[in-house]
């Protein structure tokens, strides 16, 4: 859990043929995602809407999950303008409103899709303390209740996608650097409610080490192949001039 392209390789990219880098169409460039179904949160910009569109143009099933549905339509419209063939769905998702999360879960259940992959990639950078309707400050509440809420209320569905098609669903964290970076002492609740404990980079970091034991949990716990990405690099885009939407 938490590999980089470069540790899987031996520490050899060239082993890949892209050098010191290399893209997410050159990594999958002979895999063939055809029958495979998958739901990408945060899929409105950043590493989601690339993980999106890479997906579909390998042939998955690609649920496009965020509160901007219409940024979405402008994401599926990219994907599909490059892979016309494309199979892709937009779908509302809030993960910092349970409401939102069991709504969303309930209508993909309805939908009786499969579900192979799950990628709880959604999140947000909060420069001030933001609490939520439920009072949590807003990064905890995104990264690690929401994310956890939406995984159990799937949770079956992965399961029986499994049983039936014989290929292990498999759900995917996002991780963060940051989480070298959280709290002393490791995870300060006071801060989740406290704005006089609140320090934004601090508490960014700590719903990072949350994913990072949530991933842990959900693998040697409920025995569903789980994995955690660090992406190196990841571009934000600041909303409101307070909180930053990561992706």
């Known amino acids: 859990m938490g590999q980089s392209i470069g540790t899987l390789f031996g520490g050899n990219l060239n082993s890949l043929g892209g050098g010191t880098s290399i893209t ?4 999958t460039k002979n895999l063939s995602l055809n029958g495979l179904t998958a739901i990408v949160t945060g899929a409105s910009s950043g590493l989601g809407k690339e993980c999106a569109r890479v997906l579909a143009k390998r042939g998955a099933y690609v649920i496009l999950a965020a509160r901007r549905v219409s940024v ?3 994401v599926k419209a990219l994907i599909t303008a490059e892979t016309p063939n494309a199979k892709v769905e937009i ?12 709504q969303f879960a309930e209508e993909y259940k309805r939908k009786n899709l499969p579900l192979n992959l799950l990628m709880n990639n959604g999140g947000i950078f909060a420069k001030h303390f933001t609490p939520t309707a439920d009072g949590i400050e807003v990064m ?5 209740v929401g994310h956890y809420a939406l995984t159990m209320c799937l949770m079956d569905k992965l399961k029986e996608t499994a049983a039936q098609s014989g290929v292990e669903s498999r759900i995917v964290f996002t991780g963060s650097e940051a989480h070298r970076v959280a709290y002393e002492g490791g995870i300060n609740f006071d ?3 406290d704005p006089s404990k609140y320090t934004a980079y601090q508490a960014y970091g700590q719903s990072k080490i949350g994913d990072i034991l949530l991933a842990k949990m959900i693998g040697e716990q409920l025995k569903v192949l789980t994995n955690l990405c660090i992406p190196e690099t990841l571009f934000i885009h600041v909303v409101d001039g307070d909180a930053i939407l990561v992706n």
């Open 24 to 27: 997410a169409d050159e990594v």
């Open 72 to 74: 979405l339509e402008e």
């Open 91 to 102: 779908m509302p998702l809030d993960l910092c409103d349970m409401k939102s999360v069991h």
């Open 140 to 144: 905890w509440m995104t990264h690690v």
């Open 191 to 193: 801060a989740l409610t």
